[in-house]
Every structure is written in structure tokens, then in C-alpha cells.
């Protein structure tokens, strides 16, 4: 069916053009995601508090600084691919992770045991995400041979049906003609008829005339 086959063709069309949206949304998720683990471990600034400042209390206070100021790095990063992400392509996923670095109760371990969950699931969806791409050309591989051939048909039967019209004109044609004679036929054999027949009754006119004639001789 041509309709079905160019719904299939626009149809993957839309697919591919959502998928490859999808696929850098995703992949812009993951460098952010990283970047929050890269953040979140980076205990360079945490060593050197700990080996210059002078009392416990101190490294303390300091420490919890440097803590607050990763997770607001974080939540930046984090704040910044949010705003490209749709919520149909999963912003909730984001939105998670922020939620966990606003809170204090959660440990940076735990929310990057969290992110790695997050980038396994999106790596996953990336390699299905492929599949289904895959999938879609290999149909629309598929539907593509399938229009070219339903043209050709189409084309043949065009060809045909061109074809027959022009031997349906001439045959018809050739039947008018046809009638024409049978009518000039018709009309010459009615007039050879008719000349006959005057031709016989002018003979028995004749006829007639002589045989008074010799009657007459004979009497």
C-alpha cells in the first residue's frame, strides 16, 4: 500500500530525528554525571586543609566548607544539563540526584554509588537506543525497496492501461468503419434489389406486348 509505505517512511524519519536528540541528551547526561563524580571525589583540597590548618576544630569547620562548595560545583553542573533535558527524556533522573546533594544526611559515597547506577542505566538505554536504530533502517531499508517496486508496478500498470486505451480507440475505430460499410453495403444491395426489380417488370411488360402481338399476326 503506497500510503502505508510513505507513514512508514515518515514515521521512521520522525524516529531517527528523536532518537539522535535522545542520544546526545543522554550522552550530555553521562559527561555531567561524571563530572559530579569527578567533583564530589576530589579530596586534593580536603589533604591539604587537614595538613596546614593548625587546630581540629579548624580542619573541621574548613572541611565541611570545602564539602559544601563540591556539592554546590555539582549541583551546577547538574543544574546545567537540566535545563536541555525534557522530562520525557528523563529530567526526573537528574532531578533525583540533585535532591540527594541538597540533603547533608547523604554522603558523597553514597551519591556516587547512586550516580554510577544512573550512568549504567543510561549507558543501557544508549545500546538499546542503537538497536531500535538499527531496527529502523533496517525497515526503512526494507520499505524503500518495497515503494520502488510498488512504482514499478504502478508504472507497468500505467503503461498497460495507456496501451489498452489506445487499442480500445483504434478496435473502435475500426468498428465504425466496419458499420460504415455494412451500411454502404446494405444500401447498395437494397438499390441492386430494386433495380431488378423494375428490370423484371419491365421484362414481363415485354413479354406481354409480344405475346399480344403475335396473337394479332396469328388471327
Known sequence: DKKFLA??????????????????????????LADTIKILND???????????????????????????QRKQAMTVLAQVREHVQVSQGR????????????????????IQMIDELVVTLKKEQVDDESKKEYCA????????????????IGDLETLIAETKEGIATATEEVAALMK???????????????????????????????AAKELILF
Open 7 to 32: 507513514a512508514l517512511d515518515t514515521q521512521c524519519a520522525s524516529k531517527s530525528g528523536i532518537h539522535e536528540e535522545e542520544r546526545k541528551m543522554r550522552a550530555q547526561e553521562i559527561v555531567a
Open 181 to 211: 460499410g455494412i451500411s454502404e453495403l446494405d444500401q447498395s444491395v437494397a438499390e441492386a434489389t430494386e433495380m431488378r426489380q423494375a428490370e423484371n417488370a419491365e421484362y414481363k411488360d415485354l413479354m406481354a406486348g409480344n405475346g
Open 43 to 69: 579530596d586534593d583540597a580536603l589533604d591539604l586543609f587537614k595538613k596546614t590548618l593548625p587546630s581540629a576544630s579548624m580542619s573541621f569547620v574548613q572541611v565541611e566548607s570545602t564539602s559544601a562548595e
Open 92 to 111: 526526573h533522573r537528574i532531578d533525583i540526584v540533585m535532591l540527594a546533594l541538597s540533603g547533608k544526611k547523604m554522603g558523597f559515597e553514597k551519591v
Open 138 to 153: 533496517v525497515q526503512f531499508d526494507q520499505s524503500d525497496d518495497k515503494k520502488k517496486a510498488l512504482e514499478r508496478s
